[in-house]
């Protein structure tokens, strides 16, 4: 599975975005998707994921209320809806897939996951 981030940009704290990542071949309903994120000098962590099936989904702390994950499997993509953004949200987005079948809580491990996409750069201004 190859995958391709794509959507950042800069954006003003307060503003909404939203970042694709784009699957090709033709299994992506049986993965479950995740997204990460690495903030300059600081370790990639876990943002949200969304199981192979679409109907558990789970988000870090910082993230919940703010963020969606969702997927749409007949176009091969995962979406992340990005609300009220702030400063600190501010890193490269990484898409990632996993295709063991766990508990969604797990897919916040990144050592779970098989392929990773390239990453796309949100950069957000106070």
């Known amino acids: 599975v190859q995958l391709q981030a794509s959507g950042g940009g800069l954006v003003q704290a307060g503003d909404s975005l939203r970042l694709s990542c784009a699957a090709s071949g033709r299994t992506f309903s049986s993965y479950s998707m995740g997204w990460f994120r690495q903030a300059p000098g600081k370790e990639r962590e876990f943002v949200a994921a969304i199981k192979w099936s679409g109907g558990s989904t789970y988000y870090a702390d910082s993230v919940k209320g703010r963020f969606t994950i969702s997927r749409d499997n007949a176009k091969s993509t995962v979406y992340l809806q990005m609300n009220k953004i702030q400063p600190e949200d501010t890193a490269v987005y990484y898409c990632?897939?996993?295709?063991?079948?766990?508990?969604?809580?797990?897919?916040?491990?990144?050592?779970?996951?098989?392929?990773w996409g390239q990453g796309t750069l949100v950069t957000v201004s106070s």
């Open positions: 990632a897939a996993a295709s063991r079948r766990i508990i969604v809580s797990e897919l916040a491990y990144d050592t779970n996951y098989n392929y």
